[in-house]
């Protein structure tokens, strides 16, 4: 009996093993092979779409890395990646493929080499260049079906932004990985609706500075800020251009956790290859709105207690209201959109309150109404 099975399980292994003999094998059916399971997971028609695009990653350090990694594992038949920087020894804690040989080769050259041993039949075009809004044109042509904004330099990032949004090119954007520890904080929202995140706050309010309240989607973290802080930068180095580091870049060092960047540059990648797909996904963002919900609570007891003359016991905890505002009403006033100054309220005074009797509101609208 122990023979048989063996001799099943070598024939099951023959079978299902894909060995190519020729050249013609080594192409297409070995691509089939390589992307079986996204094959079985997407189908004919969206693997199809994913194989026929291109993507642009500017920045691959330990985020943008890791997303372009993935990309060209998933079969993303055209990447271009764009970094300036080299790859050093700290560098290995957190890069997607760079390995002690790489050191002091330009990050994008290194994955270029590691990526043709991967997957050979992705068109990989590595320009090792900083970008800026001059070159822009140069090194986003092509016509991209999305942009990766990897880069954690604020003013460059935002010229990234603007370019894409201006010229009516995809674009997701990375902000701050460094100094986080907590997995199960890391979001994908559009810009206009992140929190805690202090590179999303200030990318936020410049893009509004430009004319850019939304629209732009971003993977953060809502971990509130601890105490991991940039290192503090020598003495002799005050007022003084570091070597290797462009005009107006920063000096100082902010700790990085290396598995929070690649998460971040797979949740990137997961989000991209489900766009480049028509795959609908709608990403639920933590709030971490606990203040916010308790006033809501109370303000509601208060109204239900001296507008509807209610006395009788809640039936509501803050977690309900939390659900009431977040999930039933998005965090804004059902009539009008407002974000700002709202309130929970009844809307057929006549009913008892329930799910489908409770309104979100500004306080000037439920006073009115």
């Not at 003999?21 to 092979?33: F, G, P, Q, S």
């Not at 094959?39 to 985020?63: H, P």
């Not at 309010?205 to 993977?219: H, N, Q």
């Not at 959109?337 to 609208?365: H, M």
């Amino acid at each position: 009996k122990r023979k048989e099975i063996q001799k099943l399980k070598r024939e099951f292994s023959n079978a299902i093993a894909f060995n190519p003999t020729n050249k013609d094998e080594l192409n297409e059916d070995y691509i089939r092979e390589v992307l079986s399971r996204n094959y079985s997971f997407f189908g004919e028609e969206k693997m199809e779409q994913i194989r026929n695009s291109f993507v642009i990653v500017v920045g691959v350090g330990g985020v943008g890395s890791h997303a372009a990694h993935m990309l060209m594992r998933s079969g993303v038949g055209k990447l271009r990646i764009i970094d300036f920087d080299e790859v050093s020894i700290t560098s290995l804690n957190r890069h997607a493929v760079a390995t002690k040989a790489d050191v002091n080769k330009p990050k994008v050259i290194a994955m270029q080499e590691h990526f043709k041993e991967i997957y050979p039949f992705a068109k990989v075009e590595a320009i090792v260049d900083l970008f800026n809004i001059d070159k822009a044109d140069s090194l986003l042509d092509g016509k991209p079906d999305y942009v990766l904004d990897c880069i954690d330099n604020i003013q460059t990032k935002l010229d990234l932004i603007e370019y894409c949004v201006k010229h009516n090119i995809k674009i997701i954007s990375s902000t701050g990985a460094g100094a986080k520890c907590d997995p199960s904080r890391i979001q994908i929202a559009d810009i206009s609706d992140t929190k805690e995140d202090p590179l999303a706050r200030a990318t936020r309010r410049e893009l509004r500075k430009r004319g850019i309240e939304s629209g732009v989607p971003v993977v953060y973290s809502t971990e509130k800020p601890g105490s991991v802080k940039l290192l503090p930068l020598p003495d002799e180095l005050y007022g003084k251009q570091i070597e290797g580091n462009p005009p107006n870049f920063r000096a100082r060092v902010l700790p990085v956790f290396g598995t929070i960047p690649a998460m971040f540059g797979n949740a990137i990648a997961t989000y991209v290859l489900t766009q480049l797909a028509d795959w609908p996904i709608k990403p639920l963002a933590i709030k971490n709105r606990d203040a916010t919900y308790t006033r809501l609570h109370k303000d509601y007891a208060g109204r239900e207690q001296h507008v509807f003359n209610n006395n009788d016991p809640l039936k509501f905890t803050t977690n309900d209201i939390g659900y009431i505002f977040e999930e039933i009403w998005s965090g804004r006033s059902a009539l009008s959109g407002n974000l700002n100054k709202l309130t929970l309220t009844r809307w057929d005074r006549s009913q008892p309150p329930s799910l489908q009797n409770i309104i979100c509101l500004t306080k000037a609208e439920a006073e009115k109404h």
